[in-house]
């Protein structure tokens, strides 16, 4: 510990990740290859629930500073100015900037935190920093960012060849590129597999009265036929079309329990024109026939 650094809790905090780079290889390798040395990690940890974390730099450190907090309280000081960080907030400190932050002591935070330096190092910081409120902005959680984390320390755990390096440092640019431009990073959050699923299924919702195919679903998706409808048979277990039918025999019961319609107008309400195929249809799924449902449900008291 130096007189300009103040670091507390250095025993760790339980389930903890933290590697620092060799100066070696940060002097022989990442400042100079050419791949690497625009910006590249020094440093790189996770803690969670870190109880007593705190540090103090007077004179800042020669190094850019980002710390995501995803749960938890804890706050920081800088430029004389205090403010607290929440969960889906991340601090982003310049280097050689005086700074202290803490966990909250009865809530602490669980941060991914990461230094790093580089030829462009400033500049990013500043892009960062240019969409930031009070060096704290918000970030919504995302699992992709979090995984791009992950992988960063897998390969680092794994050592450092040169490869190595290159790759974790490529996966870092796009990590910071999700920080500085989230909109466009999360829109591919929007194209996961579950939201794809789901909002297809809202769409076979309010399209009931329709008569659509699986060309329609797989242009709503915006995938090919093949891809989507083995997307949706893995998400669901069923192909889209057998699933869209059973959407209609559901709202055809409610039909039955709740209204006089005759079982061909409600065929024809949810896009069915002939009556027997809408019968037959109903009774594979419900074990007995349009009609014979609703003596049922009338005979329930």
């Given at each position: 510990?130096t ?5 507390r809790r250095r ?5 903890q990740?933290?590697?620092v780079?060799p ?9 100079k290859d ?12 996770y803690?969670?629930?870190?109880s007593h974390h705190?540090?103090e730099r ?11 907090c ?6 920081l ?14 601090i982003?400190i310049?280097?050689?900037?005086p ?7 009865n ?5 991914y935190w ?10 990013v910081i ?21 995984k791009l984390?992950?992988?960063i ?6 050592g450092y060849s ?7 440092n ?5 990590f910071?590129s999700?920080?500085i ?12 597999d ?6 297809t ?10 008569i659509?195919?699986?060309?329609d679903?797989a ?7 093949s891809?989507?409808?083995?997307l949706?048979?893995?998400?669901t ?6 699933y869209?039918?059973?959407l209609k ?9 709740f ?8 065929a ?12 037959r ?14 003596k049922k ?5």
């Open positions: 510990m007189k300009s650094t103040t670091l025993e760790g905090f339980e389930g990740k933290l590697i780079l100066k070696k290889i940060i002097i022989n390798f990442l400042s050419p791949v690497t040395k625009q910006t590249y990690i020094t440093d790189i940890g803690y969670p629930k870190a705190y540090a007077p004179n800042g450190i020669n190094q850019h500073i980002i710390i995501y995803t749960e938890g309280y804890g706050w000081e800088i430029n004389k100015k205090k403010v607290g960080v929440s969960p889906s907030q991340f982003a310049p280097a050689n900037t700074h202290k932050y803490a966990a909250n002591t809530k602490p935070w669980t941060i990461i230094h790093f330096k580089g030829e462009i190092s400033a500049f500043d892009l960062i920093l240019q969409n930031s409120e009070n060096y704290k902005p918000y970030l919504s959680y995302n699992e992709d960012r979090i984390f992950e992988d320390c897998y390969n680092l755990e794994k040169d490869d190595t390096l290159r790759y974790v490529m996966i870092f640019s796009h910071l999700s920080l431009y989230e909109d466009k990073f999360n829109h591919l959050e929007e194209k996961t579950s939201n794809v699923v789901e909002k299924i809202s769409f076979m919702q309010d399209n009931m009265s329709k659509l195919r699986l060309d679903f242009a709503f998706a915006n995938l090919s036929t891809h989507f409808s083995a949706f048979r893995a998400k277990g069923y192909a889209p079309i057998e869209f039918n059973q025999v559901q709202k055809a019961c409610q039909y039955i329990s209204t006089a319609m005759s079982i061909k107008s409600i024809i309400s949810l896009g069915i024109e002939d009556q027997y195929y809408f019968s249809m109903f009774t594979k799924l419900m074990g007995s026939s349009p009609n014979e449902y609703r449900i009338r005979s329930t008291p």
